[in-house]
């Protein structure tokens, strides 16, 4: 393959892999999915291709939606035990965040929510929604009808708000703000303060660092305050398995607020929040160590402010 091939799809390689992340919640996998778009890029009769970046995308999507029909992807996700990779503020694969539909369709929040849908529903909701497709193109890359695309985008857009717990987008200080507040109630060892941080229908979700089958849940603003009070509640067990005693840092991942427990130039956890109103709607606690390899290569390029907390 000549060079200008080679630059002609390096030049759309980012655009390529937030698109896989978004339909897949994995960067492992969406790395994997754009590879193997490589690969037939390179396999392909070039000359005859007429708009390459819409061959490219009709290849990614349609090897996504392979991935997300397979029988393993179906039986990993039916488990009950995967949550979406969590990716740092800056990451590439993010991908388009100048809408709130775009910073939205990338949050913790709505990756979960769109594993609710069927795997066409899903690739026409992230096409329209993040990447701004016309229901026409999304008919060609999905080989289905213009009327169909539109029929499952307005279902995927009702089964997504349906989920949605939270108000408004929250401004990046507000958000801040509320997650130290977050931290500090949790060091307190203060339930009540806790509560008074929550929405009366929060949800919290933890894979439980991996040592389980099946994610963790709790509902209600009093058992999640436990639940979050106990995560928060140091111990020299705790410590052992982290590696020593992490410092807490506040930083953004997917576009919401979080709280990364760092020791040395490690993430060994990161507690995600999903803000509205001057509250915290739901959290998803991730500490296994795969789920947090990529953020991980962001954070020892990062410049972290000061921690919040110097020694956990």
Same mark, same amino acid.
């Given at each position: ?210 040592? =389980? ?30 590696? =020593? ?68």
């Amino acid at each position: 393959m000549d060079s200008t091939a080679v630059e002609r799809f390096e030049a759309g390689r980012d655009r390529l892999a937030s698109l896989a992340y978004r339909l897949l919640g994995s960067a492992a996998d969406a790395e994997d999915a754009v590879q193997d778009t490589f690969l037939r890029w390179q396999a392909a009769d070039r000359e005859r291709i007429e708009v390459p970046e819409a061959w490219l995308t009709k290849v990614l999507t349609n090897l996504c939606l392979d991935r997300l029909r397979s029988a393993r992807a179906r039986h990993e996700r039916a488990a009950g035990a995967w949550l979406p990779e969590p990716l740092l503020e800056g990451d590439q694969m993010l991908g388009p965040a100048d809408t709130f539909e775009q910073r939205e369709s990338v949050s913790l929040a709505v990756l979960t929510l769109l594993e609710r849908l069927s795997p066409v529903e899903r690739a026409v909701y992230v096409l329209r929604e993040a990447f701004s497709y016309r229901h026409a193109e999304i008919a060609g890359i999905l080989d289905i009808t213009e009327s169909a695309s539109q029929q499952h985008a307005h279902r995927a857009r009702a089964r997504v708000a349906a989920g949605r717990r939270r108000g408004g987008e929250a401004d990046p200080a507000s958000a801040r703000r509320v997650a130290e507040e977050f931290l500090a109630a949790a060091a307190s060892g203060r339930t009540e303060r806790l509560v008074a941080l929550l929405t009366d229908d929060v949800t919290a979700v933890s894979d439980g660092a991996g040592l =389980g089958r099946r994610l963790l849940r709790w509902e209600t603003p009093e058992r999640v305050a436990s639940f979050v009070r106990a995560g928060f509640k140091p111990t020299p067990a705790k410590r052992r398995l982290a590696g =020593g005693s992490p410092a807490m840092h506040i930083a953004v991942v997917n576009g919401c607020p979080a709280v990364l427990a760092v020791v040395g130039d490690r993430v060994v956890g990161a507690v995600v929040l999903d803000v509205g109103d001057g509250k915290v709607a739901s959290l998803r606690g991730i500490a296994a160590a795969d789920r947090l390899a990529r953020l991980n290569e962001a954070w020892r390029q990062y410049e972290p402010g000061a921690p919040v907390i110097d020694a956990w």
